[in-house]
């Protein structure tokens, strides 16, 4: 057996869980897991789709154009109308997913804001991939302040139609995925304008290519934005129409009609949460997925990398070195509660659609804050856990042959889009605040997961801390706690002080509320931890509570101010703290592997060279330097150098 090949076995060999059991939870059910499983097995086998240890030398028209190929491919396998079949793809396809936003936002929004004549008339096109929508909400001088967008849709009593126009430059649509050069249709946010008056932003379903010839219509400006950080296949654009006529028909007309002339609203319109609610559900899903994939590279790698010597004269594996266990174990523990609260979140969302199709708004709002909370947290966290694996792998982590910057690249995006997310967190402080505000009156009103409100005389006065492992979820509590009185205390100060809460909410309390909406997301994953640990099979339950155990030491080491300040916890307490880190990565190090080899990635899901199954880094590094490398077998480069060199430069004095 192969050195590094032996490496791995040995450390597998010492993992005391069934990791299987693991699996099972990560994937939620065997539906999912087997689409995951076959979606992983026909790109890795198929030679057409499979990853390409050279993509990177490709130039971004190559990678769009093998994208869309790739896509065409997939269609014949997969039913790409059900997330259940195309989410998988998110997270192992190289590259962005086409599509994605066409069915993510697009379909869902089609389906709870227009009406079931609107949703039978278009719907079925998406599943055959006759139409392909952009959301095309984003401006170029509007992102996050959606209802100050200034693209317009003014309504024509003459012909009974509605004139869609982009007045300015700052009005052109701008950013939104698949519409530089994939989408025939748009999803169009443009204020109504009826009968002279401003009646709000409404979205409107817009053709703007030819069914036949893909080509623009008239009174349509489209195009590709240019290359991005990450993304690079993703073909954002943007989106500007001069005096473009709509049908009626047009607009989704759901809850805002119009009928012989006359506008009428129905229902409630912040139905438009829920469609939102499903692209931001799907990064909670997925991304962390992703940040599981860098974590795997880079636990493999630091077993199989072996670097000085030990009192007995062999190499370590860097795994062994506290300081490399702790770049990685704490994340790798976040990682199972960030997967655990996307979950839970999927369930919380799907429940809530239920009742919206029933017109039973009572879950929206919580929906919309915890989905909120979890998006804003999990997005920044899964771009830094990419960052700290990149770090922990050394030279070769820089690599793109490692695998893990493409993870970074096609992940940060996701801090800004659906929801930038400081103006997440934001929406999660006004709704603590607001749930704080009727808890005494109305106990019954507060929901489960916000419950905590509810005990604050509880939480204020348990002072025993005698045992530090059991008294975790009190302490993240506590700091949650801590920081709502606070604040709320600062509000209501500065209110009685003259200053209006416009002032108050943008100059003085904006940092505290950040920091509230931060903790009260962390201790939304501690709550969903326990749930799991609860119900788990009794052969995980012991790793289950040692990775919550982790995470929920991390959290409290990471913002120890509250409690530091408040006297919460004394220094002794806070260094038992750091003692008991220690000791929590002293337990987890020999089960990592298992660890991460629950989540089941097959090598070209992970497209690494340094993390595979079976070791042997050097060897593929080596591999892919010297036969799949295209810039060596350039001959121009080689002539490039030649004529450099034979260059007689002379040197400036």
Request: charged share 20%; hydrophobic share 40%; with cysteine.
């Amino acid at each position: 057996m192969h050195p590094t090949t032996q490496l791995l076995q040995n450390a597998r060999d010492r993992v005391t869980f069934p990791k299987e059991e693991l699996t099972k939870l990560i994937y939620v059910n065997d539906e999912i897991y087997e689409t995951f499983m076959k979606a992983q097995k026909i790109i890795a086998q198929e030679p057409s789709i499979r990853n390409h240890a050279d993509y990177h030398n490709w130039s971004r028209k190559e990678q769009i154009i093998k994208s869309y190929e790739k896509l065409r491919i997939m269609h014949q396998h997969f039913n790409l109308a059900n997330v259940v079949h195309w989410a998988p793809l998110l997270s192992i396809f190289q590259g962005t997913t086409p599509t994605a936003v066409s069915f993510a936002m697009t379909v869902p929004a089609l389906r709870f804001l227009g009406t079931d004549e609107q949703f039978n008339l278009w719907g079925p096109k998406f599943l055959t991939m006759e139409i392909v929508a952009a959301y095309a909400q984003t401006e170029i001088g509007h992102g996050s302040d959606v209802q100050n967008l200034e693209t317009t849709a003014t309504y024509d009593s003459q012909s009974n139609d509605f004139i869609l126009h982009t007045p300015s430059v700052s009005a052109v649509k701008f950013w939104p995925g698949e519409l530089g050069f994939l989408s025939n249709y748009a999803l169009v946010y443009a204020k109504l304008i009826f009968n002279g008056k401003n009646k709000g932003v409404h979205p409107f379903m817009v053709q703007i290519r030819d069914n036949t010839t893909h080509k623009t219509l008239k009174g349509v400006t489209i195009g590709d934005i240019g290359p991005k950080l990450g993304y690079s296949t993703k073909d954002n654009g943007f989106l500007a129409f001069d005096n473009y006529r709509i049908p009626l028909n047009s607009m989704l007309a759901r809850y805002v009609r119009i009928e012989n002339g006359q506008f009428s609203r129905h229902g409630n319109e912040k139905i438009s949460y829920a469609s939102m609610m499903v692209s931001r559900q799907l990064i909670i899903f997925i991304y962390p997925r992703m940040a599981a994939q860098s974590l795997t590279v880079a636990i493999r790698y630091s077993i199989t990398r072996q670097q000085f010597t030990n009192d007995k004269g062999i190499e370590n594996s860097v795994i062994e070195y506290q300081t490399q266990q702790d770049k990685l174990l704490p994340r790798l523990a976040t990682c199972y509660g960030m997967i655990f609260a996307g979950i839970r979140i999927m369930q919380l969302v799907d429940d809530n659609f239920h009742r919206v199709q029933r017109k039973d708004f009572s879950t929206l709002q919580q929906s919309h804050a915890i989905l909120s909370a979890i998006k804003a947290l999990s997005s920044q966290w899964v771009v830094d856990t990419a960052e700290w694996c990149r770090l922990s792998c050394g030279g070769h982590g820089y690599a793109h042959y490692s695998g893990i910057p493409a993870v970074y690249f096609d992940t940060a995006p996701n801090v800004t889009l659906e929801g930038e997310n400081q103006v997440m967190y934001l929406q999660v402080a006004r709704y603590l605040l607001k749930v704080l505000s009727y808890a005494d009156k109305t106990p019954d009103k507060v929901p489960f997961y916000f419950s905590f409100v509810l005990q604050i005389k509880e939480t204020l006065a348990n002072k025993d801390l005698t045992n530090l492992t059991t008294s975790l979820g009190h302490l993240l509590k506590l700091t949650l706690t801590l920081q709502l009185i606070s604040v709320a205390k600062q509000i209501k100060d500065l209110i009685n002080s003259g200053k209006t809460s416009q002032q108050v909410w943008n100059q003085h309390v904006g940092i505290h509320l950040l920091s509230l909406a931060q903790r009260y997301a962390e201790y939304f994953i501690y709550l969903v931890f326990q749930e799991y640990i609860t119900n788990a099979n009794s052969s995980i339950k012991h790793i289950l509570q040692q990775l919550c155990d982790l995470y929920s030491i991390q959290v409290i080491l990471d913002n120890p101010n509250t409690l530091i300040e408040s006297g919460s916890i004394t220094t002794d307490q806070y260094k038992s703290l750091n003692e008991l880190k220690i000791e929590m990565l002293n337990n987890i190090k020999p089960q990592a592997i298992g660890l991460v080899e629950a989540f089941d990635f097959n090598d070209n899901a992970l497209r690494t060279c340094i993390g595979c199954h079976d070791g042997k880094p050097y060897e593929y590094i080596y591999d892919w330097a010297t036969k799949d490398n295209s810039v060596n077998k350039v001959p121009k480069a080689v002539q490039a150098v030649i004529d450099l060199m034979g260059t007689k430069i002379k040197p400036k004095l």
